[in-house]
T-cell receptor, first 113, second 113 residues
Framework: GDSVTQMEGPVTLSEEAFLTINCTYTATGYPSLFWYVQYPGEGLQLLLKATKADDKGSNKGFEATYRKETTSFHLEKGSVQVSDSAVYFCALSDQGGSEKLVFGKGTKLTVNP | NAGVTQTPKFQVLKTGQSMTLQCAQDMNHNSMYWYRQDPGMGLRLIYYSASEGTTDKGEVPNGYNVSRLNKREFSLRLESAAPSQTSVYFC????????????FGPGTRLLVL
């Protein structure tokens, strides 16, 4: 079945450092891809998404490009802030009847001042 | 718009007790989902409802039942709680196509002793 693999955490960075969180997927067809963020004690919020190959999703300085040839959707940010500390989840939307989300295990990011 | 709301926020149960987790959305979404989040496991789908009047099992349905009461409400019932059901439960909803975003509630933290 469909699956998502994202880099193990936790990741600890200093403020203004460059961030990459790797995400690769296995799926039949052409899934939509998502990055969700979970701040401490909260639910998940959509960070960005891409619905077809070569699309770039972007939001709040974060970017990810849907790469069909490498089945990847890596999350990047040029300069992280303390307020970016959270858990980040990569997910794909199942193309079958449920359209459920299949999640990676999450990567915890801590940004120190 | 309140978005997706969940009650209760936190609950402690004894093994064998029953309870119902409530979820409601005010976005006129067709599809609704119940996930559980466990450390290091990401989110896993318990049950979903693609439209009013239909429900289907997800990845981890054992020990749970659901009811799609109407278009707005989707409840999750634990008939006889077990310690393995200690988790954080998230309800989500979406309009109904694969490219649409799922919107998540704030979660219910359940502890089964």
């Amino acid at each position: 079945g469909d699956s998502v693999t994202q880099m193990e955490g936790p990741v600890t960075l200093s403020e203004e450092a460059f961030l990459t969180i790797n995400c690769t997927y296995t799926a039949t067809g052409y899934p939509s891809l998502f990055w969700y963020v979970q701040y401490p004690g909260e639910g998940l919020q959509l960070l960005l998404k891409a619905t077809k190959a070569d699309d770039k999703g972007s939001n709040k300085g974060f970017e990810a490009t849907y790469r069909k040839e490498t089945t990847s959707f890596h999350l990047e940010k040029g300069s992280v802030q303390v307020s970016d500390s959270a858990v980040y989840f990569c997910a794909l939307s199942d193309q079958g009847g449920s359209e459920k989300l299949v999640f990676g295990k999450g990567t915890k990011l801590t940004v120190n001042p | 718009n309140a978005g997706v709301t969940q009650t209760p926020k936190f609950q402690v149960l004894k093994t064998g007790q029953s309870m119902t987790l409530q979820c409601a959305q005010d976005m006129n979404h067709n599809s609704m989902y119940w996930y559980r989040q466990d450390p290091g496991m990401g989110l896993r789908l318990i049950y979903y409802s693609a439209s009013e009047g239909t429900t289907d099992k997800g990845e981890v349905p054992n020990g749970y039942n659901v009811s799609r009461l109407n278009k707005r409400e989707f409840s999750l019932r634990l008939e006889s709680a077990a310690p393995s059901q200690t988790s954080v439960y998230f309800c989500a909803s979406k309009l109904g196509t694969p490219i649409e975003t799922q919107y998540f509630g704030p979660g219910t933290r359940l502890l089964v002793l």
